[in-house]
């Protein structure tokens, strides 16, 4: 049943490089506004996974994963993107200020680079990537996916979910994707990522180091 309803709504980008589909109307504007006022409230600066620390010069908020909002949220993403909660790393919201970007990267880790297993080994690599436009910056913004020569336009309440494994299983490297400068306002975000194997642990990006724990078909929060 889940799997008839993925991506019910979505439309699959074109290109054959990237699974990667898209849906405006993901949230409403009300449901943006409220993300965005829990950002604003626990907006600190961002970190990355690894790589320059001046890739990304957003500001990130780690959302509590016990909040109402956040929980239903985590199961609409769930449901489009037909992918178990218990997958994914803790929602993530993302403010960008006039001048802000995150340079062009992989959200996945690469598999040679030495921090790789600090990263993957428990819960495996990064899959899916989920991530929706709160807001609509005056200038600037969009995320640009470099081989699929598309620079999408935040539009509010839409989403972007996008596939960063490719058709043999292997890290996609036509993913490549930046988050260009936003040049005149603010761009609000939230962003989802999920794993290969159950998230139980803590990611650099992700903020505050979570415990680990068993799969027990319950999420312990
Ligand atoms: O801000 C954007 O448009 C892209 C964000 C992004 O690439 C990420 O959070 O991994
Ligand atoms: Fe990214």
Same mark, same amino acid.
């Given at each position: 049943?889940?799997?008839?309803?993925?991506?019910?709504?979505?439309?699959?980008?074109?290109? =054959?490089?990237?699974?990667?589909?898209?849906?405006?109307?993901?949230?409403?504007?009300?449901? #943006?506004?409220?993300?965005?006022?829990? +950002?604003?409230?626990?907006?600190?600066?961002?970190? +990355?996974?690894?790589?320059?620390?001046?890739?990304?010069?957003?500001?990130? #908020?780690?959302?509590?994963?016990?909040?109402?909002?956040?929980? $239903?949220?985590?199961?609409? $993403?769930?449901?489009?993107?037909? +992918?178990?909660?218990? $997958?994914?790393?803790?929602?993530?919201?993302?403010?960008?200020?006039?001048?802000?970007?995150?340079?062009?990267?992989?959200?996945?880790?690469?598999?040679?680079?030495?921090?790789?297993?600090?990263? !993957?080994?428990? #819960?495996?690599?990064?899959?899916?990537? !989920?991530?929706?436009?709160?807001?609509? =910056?005056?200038?600037?913004?969009?995320?640009?996916?470099?081989? $699929?020569?598309? !620079?999408?336009?935040?539009?509010?309440?839409?989403?972007?979910?996008?596939?960063? +494994?490719?058709?043999?299983?292997?890290?996609?490297?036509?993913?490549?994707?930046?988050?260009?400068?936003?040049?005149?306002?603010?761009?609000?975000?939230?962003?989802?990522?999920?794993?290969?194997?159950?998230?139980?642990?803590?990611? =650099?990006?992700?903020?505050?180091?979570?415990?680990?724990?068993?799969?027990?078909?319950?999420?312990?929060?």
């Amino acid at each position: 049943m889940l799997l008839a309803t993925r991506f019910a709504g979505a439309t699959r980008h074109p290109s =054959p490089l990237v699974e990667l589909w898209s849906m405006p109307g993901f949230l409403d504007p009300g449901e #943006c506004d409220i993300l965005m006022r829990y +950002i604003d409230a626990n907006r600190r600066p961002s970190q +990355i996974a690894y790589g320059a620390a001046d890739a990304r010069t957003s500001e990130t #908020c780690a959302f509590d994963p016990a909040a109402p909002v956040v929980q $239903l949220l985590d199961l609409r $993403l769930s449901l489009l993107l037909g +992918i178990a909660p218990t $997958l994914g790393e803790p929602i993530q919201g993302q403010r960008y200020g006039q001048g802000q970007e995150y340079r062009l990267h992989h959200d996945y880790f690469e598999p040679h680079h030495p921090d790789a297993g600090t990263h !993957a080994s428990r #819960c495996g690599n990064r899959t899916w990537t !989920a991530m929706i436009y709160l807001n609509e =910056p005056e200038e600037g913004g969009e995320t640009h996916f470099a081989y $699929l020569e598309e !620079a999408f336009i935040p539009r509010q309440g839409t989403i972007l979910c996008w596939n960063n +494994i490719g058709a043999d299983g292997r890290a996609n490297r036509y993913t490549l994707h930046a988050g260009r400068p936003v040049t005149r306002g603010s761009k609000y975000i939230v962003t989802k990522w999920y794993r290969e194997r159950d998230w139980a642990g803590t990611s =650099p990006a992700a903020g505050a180091p979570r415990p680990a724990r068993r799969h027990s078909g319950k999420r312990r929060r």
